[in-house]
């Protein structure tokens, strides 16, 4: 699974706040909300998500370029609205460019944008925190939205699989350096022949 979050706010309190949170769970821990998590797996529970902090939004997308450019990806990012340079929404736009299918989170004390607004924006994935919030709830809310992000995408990922195959059950192809010819049945029978007909070339 990933489970990678990236965090941005210029209150360096919030992110600590956050790190505490979403660290390992203690299980003699009995606060609030303690319940919502004996459903999740034993692996889960002790380690929620791998966090990174931000204290400015030009931090955060010069730290978010380079993730993606090594191959990985973030799951979900959790932007403050009001922050000195680029403003939250700036931030949350530039990010959603950059990978579409990343959850974004608006953590906010003030109200620039409603919920209706932001979902306006960008239509699928957005959610809206406001400050202050209850700990174990946003612990929770953070693992639920990791676990649709995976499901999601490996849901995208099975798709696209099943697309290629069905495409290659309709191909032909030939290594010209190896003089190896391969053609799938769909394909022979497109063009007339019997499966046994075509012999693939194929070692």
Same mark, same amino acid.
């Given at each position: 699974?990933?489970?990678?979050?990236?965090?941005?706010?210029? @209150?360096? @309190?919030?992110?600590?706040?956050?790190?505490?949170?979403? =660290?390992?769970?203690?299980?003699?821990?009995?606060?609030?909300?303690? +319940?919502?998590?004996d459903?999740?797996?034993?692996?889960?529970?002790?380690?929620?998500?791998?966090?990174?902090?931000?204290?400015?939004?030009? !931090?955060?997308?010069?730290?978010?370029? =380079?993730?993606?450019?090594?191959?990985?990806?973030?799951?979900?990012?959790?932007?403050?609205?009001?922050?000195?340079?680029?403003?939250?929404? #700036?931030?949350?736009?530039?990010?959603?460019?950059?990978?579409?299918?990343?959850?974004?989170?608006?953590?906010?004390a003030?109200?620039?944008?409603?919920?209706?607004?932001?979902? +306006?924006?960008?239509?699928? +994935?957005?959610?809206?925190?406001?400050?202050?919030?209850?700990?174990? @709830?946003?612990?929770?809310?953070?693992?639920?939205?990791?676990?649709?992000?995976? @499901?999601?995408?490996?849901?995208?990922?099975?798709?696209?699989?099943? !697309?290629? #195959?069905?495409?290659?059950?309709?191909?032909?192809?030939?290594?010209?350096?190896?003089?190896?010819?391969?053609?799938?049945?769909?394909?022979?029978?497109?063009?007339?022949?019997?499966?046994?007909?075509?012999k693939?070339?194929?070692?």
């Amino acid at each position: 699974m990933n489970n990678i979050v990236f965090a941005v706010d210029d @209150e360096v @309190e919030i992110l600590k706040l956050y790190e505490n949170v979403l =660290k390992t769970k203690d299980k003699e821990d009995d606060g609030i909300g303690l +319940g919502f998590f004996d459903s999740l797996d034993e692996e889960e529970e002790e380690k929620c998500c791998e966090l990174y902090t931000f204290e400015s939004g030009e !931090a955060y997308l010069e730290a978010l370029n =380079k993730f993606y450019k090594d191959g990985k990806r973030v799951s979900l990012s959790i932007v403050d609205m009001r922050m000195p340079g680029m403003h939250g929404l #700036d931030v949350a736009r530039a990010a959603r460019k950059l990978d579409n299918d990343m959850v974004v989170t608006v953590v906010t004390a003030f109200s620039d944008y409603s919920p209706d607004e932001l979902l +306006g924006e960008f239509e699928h +994935g957005i959610y809206y925190l406001q400050k202050p919030f209850r700990h174990n @709830e946003f612990r929770l809310f953070v693992i639920s939205n990791l676990k649709q992000w995976n @499901e999601t995408v490996n849901s995208n990922d099975l798709k696209n699989d099943l !697309a290629v #195959d069905s495409i290659n059950d309709g191909l032909w192809d030939w290594k010209i350096d190896t003089n190896e010819v391969y053609f799938s049945s769909l394909w022979k029978q497109m063009i007339g022949f019997e499966d046994d007909e075509l012999k693939n070339e194929y070692n």
